[in-house]
């Protein structure tokens, strides 16, 4: 199962009074922002660039003084009674589309963000959904399991009537995802059997079966012309068609999982490189671009229609880039946008949806600025914080592990503490227990009314998360009260604690020490295989 990481103290978090010297560049913290400077020789002060995302408010406390990541301000859709799995937009920005578990997909008003339509489907999970360009067609790819087989459904609905016009089929697994040719006479669909199959959205007929990748297809993308459709595998390739011959043109490496779109002004969008984005040239297929994400795989992208922004979802959540420059507006975390999540830009660029944690929608304002949280109103865990014997993953357990790698193992929990004892590679050693320190808090909003701590929080209060625990929860800190019961689906986190694990050791000598390079150990999922 998956295991948090190790996390150091990130340096946006220091008091204010640090100063960074990152040559050429330099950090600096000034009244609770942190900005970056360039260094010059014409300028000694050095020339602002821009803020990044800390937010003005402080807190004195036993964690020091400190800032807080900007939180924009989102307003949640309340309507599907199923989780949301699929958003988006109709090209002329009036209204956007959801699709859900709940057998339905909805149409809601821009403006108002009410439900002005509803389709009801035969089918237990909506993947994807895709406006034809003169938004008068809305296709949606669906399945219904019927054990022990899976039917999917591939339709096309007319938006003023709600009436399906059109189903194909032929695909042999899940179609994952579609998207309509930029003239509308053609939908593509990609499909877990591998292929990608292109249709006469008039006829009814299909007109093209592409093949070549070894296991299925996660996203698709026409280019601007309609000349190229690009689709990305789980197979870690992103394979380009020339629809006039049908030939292949292209294949590139890429990293899991494989998303492929095309930028407003026509650059192919891949991941080539863990945390990376990289736009090519599709004439010379050069790099023309790179954006750096700093951590994540990037499972998710959203252009606004003059590309001037871009949402981006990841391993860590969702961010909203600036393309003029490349940076960072502002980060949402939320870890089911890795998988689960899509994301869809209006084509003004003025508002931002994205689905996939659970039955709501999330949407964005431009204008809508960032939330003022008040943090004097909750008193914060002493930092470090310390939990012994914590072991924090689902099937986590203390018993006999095998070193992966050489590891250092200290006389004490501490990175300053003396090396007692080194462990070789394939060496049998006891995890006699641990603790989980947490360096720095997380926080999570109450969506609801619910209890947390033996305490009723209201809506829009805050507790703050201590730990990772697994099974999807935290342990929970709330006004000097701990809840090891973790969180609900009634909380949304704001920003993820920073830990760091230390496990005891007994070697078989019986040396015993402390060690934080826990990813160097196996057999510690009790719900894992046993490694030998």
């Keep these: 199962?998956?295991?948090?990481?190790?996390?150091?103290?990130?340096?946006?978090?220091?008091?204010?009074?640090?100063?960074?010297?990152?040559?050429?560049?330099?950090?600096?913290?000034?009244f609770g922002s942190i900005f970056v400077l360039e260094k010059s020789s014409r300028n000694a002060r050095g020339e602002i660039l821009g803020q990044i995302e800390t937010r003005e408010s402080l807190q004195e406390s036993s964690l020091g003084t400190f800032t807080y990541p900007l939180i924009p301000k989102i307003q949640r859709i309340e309507g599907h009674t199923e989780r949301v799995s699929t958003v988006a937009f109709d090209p002329g920005g009036r209204f956007f589309a959801s699709g859900s578990s709940d057998k339905t997909v909805?149409?809601?008003?821009?403006?108002?963000?009410?439900?002005?339509?509803?389709f009801t489907l035969d089918a237990d999970v909506v993947m994807s959904l895709a406006f034809s360009p003169d938004g008068r067609l809305l296709a949606s790819a669906s399945h219904r399991v019927v054990s022990p087989f899976t039917h999917s459904t591939l339709s096309v609905w007319e938006v003023s009537s709600g009436q399906e016009l059109r189903r194909f089929s032929g695909h042999t697994q899940w179609v994952t995802t579609i998207a309509f040719s930029p003239d509308g006479r053609f939908l593509a669909s990609g499909s877990g059997d591998s292929t990608v199959r292109l249709w006469d959205v008039n006829g009814g007929k299909e007109m093209r079966q592409l093949k070549g990748h070894r296991k299925g297809v996660s996203s698709i993308a026409f280019s601007r012309d309609g000349r190229l459709l690009a689709a990305g595998s789980w197979d870690e390739t992103v394979r380009l068609w020339d629809l006039t011959t049908g030939n292949r043109v292209r294949s590139i490496r890429v990293v899991f999982p494989s998303i492929v779109a095309f930028s407003?002004?026509?650059?192919?969008?891949?991941?080539?490189?863990?945390?990376?984005?990289?736009?090519?040239?599709?004439?010379t297929w050069s790099e023309v671009r790179r954006l750096v994400l700093r951590d994540g795989h990037l499972s998710s992208i959203a252009f606004d229609g003059n590309g001037k922004q871009v949402a981006v979802g990841d391993g860590d959540g969702l961010r909203l880039l600036d393309m003029v420059n490349g940076r960072e507006?502002?980060?949402l975390v939320d870890q089911t946008i890795l998988q689960e999540g899509q994301i869809a830009f209006s084509p003004d660029g003025k508002l931002l949806v994205w689905a996939g944690r659970d039955k709501r929608l999330r949407v964005w304002e431009s204008n809508a600025g960032f939330r003022d949280i008040p943090f004097n109103k909750y008193l914060p865990p002493p930092s470090p914080y310390e939990d012994p014997g914590a072991c924090p993953f689902e099937?986590?357990?203390?018993?006999?592990?095998?070193?992966?790698?050489?590891?250092?193992?200290?006389?004490?929990?501490?990175?300053?503490?003396?090396?007692?004892?080194?462990v070789r590679k394939g060496e049998k050693v006891v995890g006699l227990t641990g603790t989980v320190i947490t360096l720095r808090p997380g926080y999570a909003e109450a969506l609801t009314r619910v209890q947390a701590a033996g305490l009723w929080l209201e809506p829009g209060e805050i507790v703050y998360l201590l730990h990772?625990?697994?099974?999807?929860?935290?342990?929970?800190?709330?006004?000097?009260?701990?809840?090891?019961?973790?969180?609900?689906?009634?909380?949304?986190?704001?920003?993820?604690?920073?830990?760091?694990?230390?496990?005891?050791?007994?070697?078989?000598?019986?040396?015993?020490?402390?060690?934080n390079q826990t990813e160097n150990f196996g057999n510690m999922d009790a719900l894992g295989s046993l490694e030998k």
Excluded: H
């Design 468 to 515: 990772y625990e697994g099974e999807g929860a935290y342990k929970i800190w709330f006004q000097g009260k701990i809840d090891g019961r973790g969180m609900t689906e009634n909380f949304e986190i704001l920003q993820y604690p920073e830990t760091v694990w230390w496990v005891k050791i007994r070697s078989r000598k019986g040396q015993v020490g402390w060690s």
């Design 1 to 30: 199962m998956r295991k948090p990481s190790n996390l150091l103290v990130n340096w946006k978090y220091q008091p204010l009074a640090l100063l960074v010297i990152l040559s050429p560049v330099a950090l600096v913290a000034v």
């Design 395 to 422: 099937g986590c357990t203390y018993r006999e592990w095998i070193a992966r790698k050489e590891t250092t193992i200290r006389k004490e929990n501490n990175e300053r503490s003396p090396v007692a004892f080194n």
């Design 106 to 118: 909805r149409l809601w008003d821009r403006s108002s963000l009410r439900e002005v339509k509803r």
């Design 264 to 283: 407003p002004d026509g650059r192919l969008v891949i991941s080539k490189t863990r945390g990376e984005i990289q736009l090519l040239d599709v004439g």
């Design 329 to 331: 507006k502002w980060r």
